[in-house]
């Protein structure tokens, strides 16, 4: 009983991380700015891969697989935001933001 319970919220993850992605993508295709962009490249993407690994870790249940999968959130937690910072400040530093888009610059 707790197998299947277990078994179907790691399918609702599964299918919620999946959605998750496929919105983060079309953001990034759709989105007009890069600043837009990297917004739409890790905030939504970061829950998705983390609802997709929680989904899979539900799924499987044994002590190897649930090390890796930890290490693979553990990963994703730590480059995307990093990544993200990159972007947006070598955006910033080679002139391409839209000083209209911007409430207020920070790092002028």
Avoid: N
């Amino acid at each position: 009983m707790l197998a299947t319970a277990a078994d179907w919220l790691g399918a609702g993850c599964l299918v919620a991380g999946a959605l998750l992605s496929l919105v983060a993508g079309i953001g990034v295709l759709r989105f007009p700015d890069t600043l837009s962009r990297m917004h739409a490249a890790t905030k939504p993407q970061t829950l998705g891969v983390l609802l997709l690994v929680a989904g899979v870790a539900l799924r499987l249940r044994t002590p190897g697989d649930l090390g890796m999968i930890g290490l693979v959130a553990l990963f994703q937690l730590a480059t995307a935001p990093v990544a993200a910072q990159m972007i947006g400040r070598a955006t910033y530093r080679s002139g391409a933001v839209d000083e209209t888009l911007l409430d207020t610059d920070e790092l002028r």
